[in-house]
């Protein structure tokens, strides 16, 4: 059955960012969106009241659920000649995602909402899509008159308005740039959902400028897809770094067409409960079959799976042993492996078929160890992608840098911890591990 748009997430739509990509210009054009949506959302001034039959828009959201959303950027991010034959610019996606997530939790942390999905406080849960998109586009059904899917997790704007569905709210910035998106939008998701003129809330918008003497990017900055990627961490309380960590490693696919007999493979090695009895904090760390949980409902979101996402519920799951959870996605095309590690190499050093890691700064030692682990057993090295930082003073628009404790708290299972600890978030109610 379908999910009731009450149940939905929502959809922010955010036209083209600012070229070149300067984390000033980028605040400029996102913060005054990303601030009045997120005030919405987190005090019940929201479309769901009007749905009701609510007159009372005033009062704060009491129940305090984490409402998943959706920030839909539509910028062009790939290449190639048909479908099947996309690559995506994945220098460009991730420094994307890293510097919009570095605002999102700005902005959250200077309004006070709780980015960690934890219940009982103001939260919200904003999930980052990328959309391939240039103004004045068209697009073309393919001939079963839908808009084809891409071999690559960022749809385009047809594919991805006709697709994904249903949502609660749509919110676009009231500028031209913002209606016009948003006309596009709707134009070609006729038929899948119908949307009220209540659910269409157009919000500040910010100022985009673009300059002519941008370079074009580098050919060798198109990354084509590979067919196993992985990645690990601990994954507790999934915060903005974990969100970049994931989709950035996602982008790195190539998803094969449904009937083409394979599927492309995403591992996730999870840190085991017994590998964590010594991090701080440690007794309000998530078990692991709740890590595991959260990290596939968000990648149904990336993977732009509208009847899990857009519930807030996991997708179907399968256990293929005690220590692995897998998720399939795109119609079976991906398949999600999410692994307990007890290691710190996990399924790399004892699957060969592996393609590529993705790691940040802070675990680029662990990518090299594994390489030379792989190189002693024969096998080739995994290629390395390593995603941007997520800092916090990028996002300061006066220039003096916000206060980075609280940013911290935002994109730290740690700092998330700590505030569990100290009673400024209800400790979550324990679940038996998958």
Same mark, same amino acid.
């Given at each position: 059955?379908?999910?009731?748009?009450?149940?939905?997430?929502?959809?922010?739509?955010?036209?083209?960012?600012? %070229? &070149?990509?300067?984390?000033?210009?980028?605040?400029?054009?996102?913060? #005054? #969106?990303?601030? @009045?949506?997120?005030?919405?959302?987190?005090?019940?001034? +929201?479309?769901?009241?009007?749905?009701?039959?609510?007159?009372?828009?005033?009062?704060?959201?009491?129940?305090?659920?984490?409402?998943?959303?959706?920030?839909?950027?539509?910028?062009?991010?790939?290449?190639?000649?048909?479908?099947?034959?996309? !690559?995506?610019?994945?220098?460009?996606?991730? !420094?994307?995602?890293?510097?919009?997530?570095?605002?999102?939790?700005?902005?959250?942390?200077?309004?006070?909402? +709780?980015?960690?999905?934890?219940?009982?406080?103001?939260?919200?849960? #904003?999930?980052?899509?990328?959309?391939?998109?240039?103004?004045?586009?068209?697009?073309?059904?393919?001939?079963? /008159?839908?808009? $084809?899917?891409?071999?690559?997790?960022?749809?385009?704007?047809?594919?991805?308005?006709?697709?994904?569905?249903?949502?609660?709210?749509?919110?676009?910035?009231?500028?031209?740039?913002?209606?016009?998106?948003?006309?596009?939008? %709707?134009?070609?998701? $006729?038929?899948?959902?119908?949307?009220?003129?209540?659910?269409?809330?157009?919000?500040?918008?910010?100022?985009?400028?673009?300059?002519?003497?941008?370079?074009?990017?580098?050919?060798? +900055?198109?990354?084509?897809?590979?067919?196993?990627?992985?990645? /690990?961490?601990?994954? +507790?309380?999934?915060?903005?770094?974990?969100?970049?960590?994931?989709?950035?490693?996602?982008?790195?696919?190539?998803?094969?067409?449904?009937?083409?007999?394979?599927?492309?493979?995403?591992?996730?090695?999870?840190?085991?409960?017994?590998?964590?009895?010594?991090?701080?904090?440690?007794?309000?760390?998530? #078990?692991?079959?709740?890590?595991?949980?959260?990290?596939?409902?968000?990648?149904?979101?990336?993977?732009?799976? @509208?009847?899990?996402?857009?519930?807030?519920?996991?997708?179907?799951?399968?256990?293929?042993?005690?220590?692995?959870?897998?998720?399939?996605?795109?119609?079976?095309?991906?398949?999600?492996?999410?692994?307990?590690?007890?290691?710190?190499?996990?399924?790399?050093?004892?699957?060969? @078929?592996?393609?590529?890691?993705?790691?940040?700064?802070?675990?680029?030692?662990? /990518?090299?160890?594994?390489?030379?682990?792989?190189?002693?057993?024969?096998?080739?090295?995994?290629?390395?992608?390593?995603?941007?930082?997520?800092? &916090?003073? $990028?996002?300061?628009?006066?220039?003096?840098?916000?206060?980075?404790?609280?940013?911290?708290?935002?994109?730290?299972?740690?700092?998330?911890?700590?505030?569990?600890?100290?009673?400024?978030?209800?400790?979550?109610?324990?679940?038996?591990?998958?």
């Amino acid at each position: 059955m379908a999910p009731s748009s009450s149940s939905a997430p929502s959809l922010l739509l955010l036209p083209a960012p600012p %070229l &070149p990509l300067d984390p000033h210009s980028l605040a400029a054009a996102y913060r #005054p #969106p990303l601030t @009045a949506v997120f005030k919405r959302l987190t005090t019940g001034i +929201d479309l769901n009241n009007n749905i009701n039959g609510s007159s009372n828009n005033s009062e704060p959201n009491q129940n305090h659920s984490s409402h998943v959303l959706v920030i839909a950027i539509a910028c062009p991010l790939l290449t190639g000649p048909v479908p099947r034959r996309k !690559s995506v610019n994945w220098k460009a996606a991730q !420094s994307l995602l890293a510097r919009v997530y570095t605002l999102a939790a700005v902005v959250c942390d200077e309004l006070d909402i +709780d980015t960690s999905g934890e219940p009982g406080v103001r939260s919200l849960d #904003p999930r980052i899509v990328l959309v391939d998109h240039e103004r004045r586009r068209t697009y073309q059904r393919n001939y079963d /008159g839908e808009y $084809e899917a891409n071999c690559t997790p960022v749809l385009d704007l047809a594919a991805f308005a006709s697709t994904v569905h249903p949502w609660r709210t749509v919110f676009h910035p009231s500028t031209e740039s913002g209606y016009e998106l948003l006309s596009n939008f %709707l134009q070609y998701s $006729e038929g899948k959902q119908v949307l009220l003129q209540n659910q269409l809330v157009a919000v500040e918008g910010g100022i985009t400028m673009s300059t002519s003497d941008t370079p074009p990017a580098a050919q060798e +900055d198109f990354i084509e897809g590979r067919d196993v990627v992985c990645l /690990g961490g601990t994954f +507790d309380h999934l915060h903005p770094g974990h969100k970049l960590l994931l989709h950035a490693t996602a982008l790195l696919m190539r998803i094969p067409d449904k009937d083409a007999g394979r599927q492309a493979v995403l591992i996730v090695g999870i840190s085991g409960d017994e590998l964590l009895r010594n991090k701080r904090y440690a007794e309000v760390l998530q #078990p692991w079959g709740v890590r595991a949980a959260k990290v596939l409902q968000f990648l149904s979101t990336i993977f732009n799976s @509208a009847s899990s996402s857009n519930t807030g519920s996991s997708p179907p799951t399968s256990t293929h042993s005690p220590h692995e959870l897998h998720a399939t996605f795109r119609d079976g095309a991906v398949l999600v492996r999410c692994v307990n590690i007890h290691d710190p190499f996990g399924p790399t050093i004892s699957e060969e @078929a592996v393609d590529a890691i993705v790691v940040s700064g802070e675990t680029r030692s662990g /990518g090299q160890a594994i390489n030379d682990k792989r190189v002693e057993k024969g096998w080739k090295p995994l290629e390395v992608f390593e995603i941007d930082v997520l800092d &916090p003073h $990028e996002a300061d628009e006066d220039g003096g840098g916000p206060q980075t404790n609280g940013f911290a708290s935002k994109i730290s299972s740690t700092a998330i911890r700590q505030r569990i600890v100290q009673g400024r978030v209800p400790a979550p109610v324990a679940t038996p591990s998958q």
